[in-house]
């Protein structure tokens, strides 16, 4: 079995898992208020040697300290009038944020199977999801396209 074929198929599933939860909760992600909305973001963007983010629990406020793209994010979505922006240190905090705000929508950012995985968790929730995947991935120095952060932000 060629292990590298048998790892893309499975990022594919989860791109087309993804793409496919998009386009379902499309529609009541942009009837939803910005100001119901949540971002989440992986703390993998986070550049850690300058980071000025503030720990809180099972999460990081950022502190836009200019040293990764998270700050430029959190510009943005409180220009657009998002309710909060979290940095994530893993997708199992979710749930107890999700509990305790209670927002109508949020905007993750993921690769794709963490992506995928936030989308199950968030199944019974009725919370309007939209996700954007990292445009490089790992467990740390990860990145992402603002351009497709900026296009999901502004629905």
């Given at each position: 079995?060629?292990?590298c074929?048998?790892?893309?198929?499975?990022?594919?599933?989860?791109?087309k898992?993804?793409?496919k939860?998009?386009?379902i909760?499309?529609?009541?992600?942009?009837?939803?208020?910005v100001?119901?909305?949540?971002?989440?973001?992986?703390?993998c963007?986070?550049?850690?040697k300058v980071?000025?983010?503030?720990?809180h629990?099972?999460y990081?406020?950022?502190?836009?300290?200019?040293?990764?793209?998270?700050?430029?994010?959190?510009e943005?979505?409180?220009?657009?009038?998002?309710?909060?922006l979290?940095?994530?240190?893993?997708?199992?905090?979710?749930?107890?944020i999700?509990?305790?705000?209670?927002?109508?929508?949020v905007?993750?950012?993921?690769?794709f199977?963490?992506?995928k995985?936030a989308?199950?968790?968030?199944?019974?929730?009725?919370?309007?999801?939209?996700?954007?995947?990292?445009?490089?991935?790992?467990?740390?120095?990860?990145?992402?396209?603002?351009?497709?952060?900026?296009?999901?932000?502004?629905?």
């Amino acid at each position: 079995m060629n292990l590298c074929k048998n790892k893309t198929s499975k990022i594919e599933n989860y791109k087309k898992f993804t793409q496919k939860q998009n386009k379902i909760f499309a529609k009541s992600f942009i009837n939803t208020p910005v100001g119901k909305r949540v971002i989440f973001m992986p703390h993998c963007m986070r550049n850690v040697k300058v980071c000025k983010a503030v720990e809180h629990g099972s999460y990081y406020i950022c502190a836009c300290c200019g040293g990764c793209k998270i700050g430029q994010i959190y510009e943005m979505a409180k220009s657009l009038g998002y309710r909060e922006l979290f940095i994530l240190k893993g997708g199992r905090a979710i749930l107890k944020i999700i509990d305790e705000i209670k927002p109508e929508a949020v905007v993750g950012a993921a690769c794709f199977f963490e992506g995928k995985e936030a989308f199950v968790l968030l199944k019974d929730k009725k919370i309007a999801v939209q996700f954007v995947a990292l445009s490089r991935d790992g467990c740390a120095d990860t990145d992402i396209n603002i351009e497709d952060v900026k296009e999901i932000l502004k629905q």
